[in-house]
Nanobody
């Protein structure tokens, strides 16, 4: 599976963005999908994941209630809907895929190239 993230941009606090991650390959449905982010000078951190079936999701406490992860297995795509954005959400956002699931970045084997999200105050 190869991953291509898109949808980042420059927005104001309170705005919304929808990130997408397109996956190539016929085995997308076998993979759990995650979103992580990395702010300048900081480590990459967990944002959200969704299981291969789409039946289970998990969110970082900092985004719970504002972000929603979803997937369309027919289109090999996973989305991250981000509402009520805050300046502290500014980061490069990465999608990831693995047949395991967890919140630790090192657990995930496959990564997209990242998309920049900048939230101005």
């Amino acid at each position: 599976v190869q991953l291509q993230a898109s949808g980042g941009g420059l927005v104001q606090a309170g705005d919304s963005l929808r990130l997408s991650c397109a996956a190539s390959g016929r085995t997308f449905i076998e993979y759990n999908m995650g979103w992580f982010r990395q702010a300048p000078g900081k480590e990459r951190t967990f944002v959200a994941f969704i299981t291969s079936s789409g039946l289970s999701t998990s969110y970082a406490e900092s985004v719970e209630g504002r972000f929603t992860i979803s997937r369309d297995n027919a289109k090999n795509t996973v989305h991250l809907q981000m509402n009520s954005l805050k300046p502290e959400d500014t980061a490069v956002y990465y999608c990831a895929a693995d047949q395991r699931v967890g919140t630790t970045p090192s657990l995930w084997d496959l990564w997209g190239q990242g998309t920049q999200v900048t939230v101005s105050s």
